[in-house]
C-alpha cells in the first residue's frame, strides 16, 4: 500500500505558483521522497526527490518539512501543459530497492 | 536514445484470445519493469528484470501472465486466455541499478492499451 496521502484534485491558474501537498507521517529515516507526474495517455515521468533538504531543479521544488512527515511540490509558473496526475511516493534508495508504489495522486488542473 | 517504446500502443481483443506485448527499455538500463494501470488508479507493480532475470512477481501476476527478457534488452508480457478484467493500461519501465541509486532513475514508456471484449 502506498505510504502517502495526496488530495484527490486540485486547480491552479495558469501562470501562478501550483502547490501540491503530501503527507507522509509513517516515513522512516532513509526513505526519500519523490514526485512523479503522469500526463493524460502518457506514462509516469520523474520530477524531483529529497531525502531532508529542500530541493529545486529546472521542473519544480520541493520542500520538505523538518519532520520530514509530510511535503510540498511547488510548480513555480503552472501551464497548461501542467495539467496531470502528480504522484508523491516514498521510498529507500539502493541497489535492493527497486519498486515504486503508487497511490492515486493528485489530479492537477491548470486552468487559462 | 529514444526512451523505452511500448508496441502496440492499443489493442483490442476478443475475451479468451491470448495477446503479447513488446517493452524496448533504454540500451544502456539493465532492469526493467512491468506495471499495470486500470481507470483513476495509479500503476501497480508486475514483475521486475534484472539483465535477463525475472526477480520478482506480484501476486497479481495469476498463471495466465507471463514476462520475458531474453538476453537482458526487450521484454515481452504475454496474457493468455484473457479476461475483461484484463483491460488496463500496461506500463514498461527501465532503469540502471548503481548501488544507492535513488528511485528517480526510472524511465516510463507510454504504455499499452489493452480492451478486452
Known amino acids: 500500500d502506498a505510504k502517502t496521502t495526496q488530495p484527490p484534485s486540485m486547480d491552479c491558474a495558469e501562470g501562478r505558483a501550483a502547490n501540491l501537498p503530501c503527507n507522509h507521517s509513517?516515513?522512516?529515516?532513509?526513505?526519500?521522497v519523490y514526485w512523479y507526474r503522469q500526463i493524460h495517455s502518457q506514462g509516469p515521468q520523474y520530477i524531483i526527490h529529497g531525502l531532508k533538504n529542500n530541493e529545486t531543479n529546472e521542473m519544480a521544488s520541493l520542500i520538505i518539512t523538518e519532520d520530514r512527515k509530510s511535503s510540498t511540490l511547488i510548480l513555480p509558473h503552472a501551464t497548461l501543459r501542467d495539467t496531470a496526475v502528480y504522484y508523491c511516493?516514498?521510498?529507500?534508495?539502493?541497489?535492493?530497492?527497486?519498486?515504486?508504489?503508487f497511490g492515486k495522486g493528485t489530479l492537477l488542473t491548470v486552468n487559462p | 536514445d529514444t526512451g523505452v517504446s511500448q508496441d502496440p500502443r492499443h489493442k483490442i481483443t476478443k475475451r479468451g484470445q491470448n495477446v503479447t506485448f513488446r517493452c524496448d527499455p533504454i540500451?544502456?538500463?539493465?532492469?526493467l519493469y512491468w506495471y499495470r494501470q486500470t481507470l483513476g488508479q495509479g500503476p501497480e507493480f508486475l514483475t521486475y528484470?534484472?539483465?535477463?532475470?525475472?526477480?520478482?512477481k506480484s501476486r497479481l501476476l495469476s498463471d495466465r501472465f507471463s514476462a520475458e527478457r531474453p538476453k537482458g534488452s526487450f521484454s515481452t508480457l504475454e496474457i493468455q486466455r484473457t479476461e475483461q478484467g484484463d483491460s488496463a493500461m500496461y506500463l514498461c519501465?527501465?532503469?540502471?541499478?548503481?548501488?544507492?541509486?535513488?528511485?528517480?532513475?526510472?524511465?516510463f514508456g507510454s504504455g499499452t492499451r489493452l480492451t478486452v471484449v
Open positions: 511516493i516514498v521510498g529507500d534508495s539502493g541497489g535492493s530497492n527497486y519498486k515504486l508504489t
Open positions: 528484470f534484472q539483465n535477463e532475470a525475472q526477480l520478482e
Open positions: 540500451s544502456e538500463h539493465n532492469r
Open positions: 509513517t516515513i522512516s529515516g532513509n526513505e526519500y
Open positions: 519501465a527501465s532503469s540502471r541499478s548503481l548501488p544507492g541509486t535513488p528511485l528517480y532513475g526510472y524511465t
